[in-house]
């Protein structure tokens, strides 16, 4: 009698969802396996790595193939959306005190609203 061997999956990931600007560079982090492949390869620096940077004016999906040493290969995606009219998306505060005695307690992040 022949032993069979499972091997594991990899667990795939393709990273959060991205926020870019156009004309800006943004840098993909993939991980969960030892060879990665990119799928649209459009506007990637490398689609076979696991950390391309990828230049878009548009929002995109991205899928990511993730294989492990065994040929064991799971998928994953990401979508970037580009914040439009090259607007910021978010509105951070440099200073902020909330009750007005000099210390900092919380920081609150909004959205900008689109005109």
């Given at each position: 009698m022949q032993p069979i061997v499972v091997n594991p999956i990899p667990i795939a990931n393709a990273g959060p969802d991205v926020l870019g600007c156009a004309g800006i560079s943004i840098q993909?982090?993939?991980?969960?396996?030892?060879?990665?492949?990119?799928?649209p390869p459009n506007g990637l620096s490398n689609p076979a790595i696991a950390d391309p940077l990828v230049m878009t004016n548009t929002a995109a999906s991205y899928i990511v193939a993730v294989t492990n040493t065994e040929g064991c290969t799971t998928y994953d995606s990401l979508n970037i959306i580009i914040s439009p009219l090259g607007k910021d998306a978010y509105k951070v505060p440099n200073a902020f005190t909330p009750n007005g005695d000099g210390k900092e307690r919380l920081l609150w992040i909004t959205t900008v609203g689109r005109n």
């Open positions: 993909l982090n993939a991980s969960g396996g030892t060879y990665y492949q990119w799928s």
